[in-house]
């Protein structure tokens, strides 16, 4: 079987980080292990071994850094021994320079996934992009910020699990809005309460990062029915996007029009949208690649209050166009958003 080893500064777990860039690099390496040998190695305050799976071997290395995305091991030298495809996540970051360089002098394939992090790495100084093979970038709109002289790509996009994320039952929902990420102003969470209708329920769920902007967040909602949960267990999120009435994503943009390096991929949109779960999203980054407007959700202009208050008012007012919204969510997701399609566009891309 292929070898592959997929290396990411931070892993999904309480004490290293629970961002969609930890959970994207676990899940892609669950669902490829399926079809290749697969080991996942990152670090953390303690060294960890284990296999989850089948042909998946999981490997936390105790980091000799101090800082969690400047994470070092001579262990990652050891792990990288014998592998014919590395898979590096997030692309200024130390571990991606040590990799694609011991990849390119060990004769290993090296790609590289962008999530939109980074600290101090030597790649700022030496472009590491003339040792992969490939990047793979996960949207279009990840792809038009590529960095070094290579700028050879394949897009891959991002997943659901759609055992754990399935279609709701009923062709009903409670009439409540869900915001699912991280609560900070990058994420537009204010404008979504702006723009909040009355007698619409809104669910926050994520961690509570930034007091100043909480406390910014809790006077705009003063008077509406907004409930700031922080993180939940995935099994409440899950159940919670299997009831409400639409996911809304209102990712803003700066006065360039550009977000960023915000919202390379919404994995919060396809987990909603395999939930029969519509999904209002800002006309913004990547957001346009996964909803199709009218089809599996709605699309609103970037920093408009008013336009989100709106689409929710659609929603809630016509429940034809919901049921229509909440089928082709599911749809647009078994279709182009699962694990094993991304899997499977990653050793594809393995390939070229």
């Not at 998946?56 to 050891?78: A, K």
């Not at 699962?338 to 393995?350: D, N, P, S």
Request: hydrophobic share 40%; charged share 25%; with cysteine.
């Amino acid at each position: 079987m292929l070898r592959v080893c997929h290396v990411t500064p931070t892993y999904f777990a309480p004490e290293s980080a629970l961002g969609g860039g930890e959970r994207f690099a676990e899940e892609l390496a669950r669902a490829m292990a399926g079809r290749a040998e697969v080991k996942l190695v990152s670090f953390g305050p303690r060294e960890i071994r284990e296999r989850p799976a089948p042909h998946f071997e999981r490997v936390i290395l105790r980091s000799w850094g101090r800082r969690p995305m400047v994470p070092f091991s001579p262990g990652l030298f050891r792990e990288l021994k014998g592998v014919d495809v590395i898979h590096c996540h997030q692309y200024f970051v130390l571990p991606t320079f040590l990799a694609a360089l011991a990849g390119r002098l060990r004769g290993s394939r090296v790609f590289v996934s962008d999530l939109g992090g980074g600290d101090w790495t030597p790649a700022y100084q030496i472009d590491q992009s003339r040792w992969i093979a490939a990047h793979l970038p996960i949207s279009e709109y990840a792809a038009r910020g590529l960095h070094g002289r290579n700028r050879r790509y394949r897009v891959i996009h991002g997943g659901v699990d759609l055992g754990r994320y399935p279609m709701r039952l009923e062709g009903e929902h409670d009439g409540s809005a869900v915001f699912l990420g991280r609560v900070l102003p990058h994420k537009g969470v204010h404008f979504l309460i702006e723009g909040l209708p009355p007698g619409i329920p809104l669910h926050v769920i994520g961690p509570l990062l930034d007091p100043g902007y909480l406390e910014r967040l809790r006077a705009l909602a003063a008077g509406k029915d907004v409930c700031f949960h922080g993180p939940l267990p995935d099994a409440e999120v899950i159940e919670r996007l299997g009831r409400a009435m639409a996911l809304v994503h209102p990712t803003p943009v700066g006065p360039d029009g550009s977000a960023g390096v915000h919202e390379l991929f919404g994995l919060a949109l396809v987990e909603a949208m395999a939930r029969g779960c519509p999904v209002i999203a800002s006309d913004a980054a990547s957001l346009p690649e996964i909803v199709e407007p009218e089809v599996s959700g709605l699309l609103v202009p970037p920093n408009d209050p008013a336009a989100i208050g709106g689409a929710l008012g659609r929603l809630r007012g016509d429940l034809e166009l919901w049921r229509r919204l909440s089928a082709g969510a599911r749809r647009r997701v078994e279709e182009h958003f699962t694990w094993e399609k991304v899997a499977g566009r990653c050793l594809e891309a393995y390939g070229l």
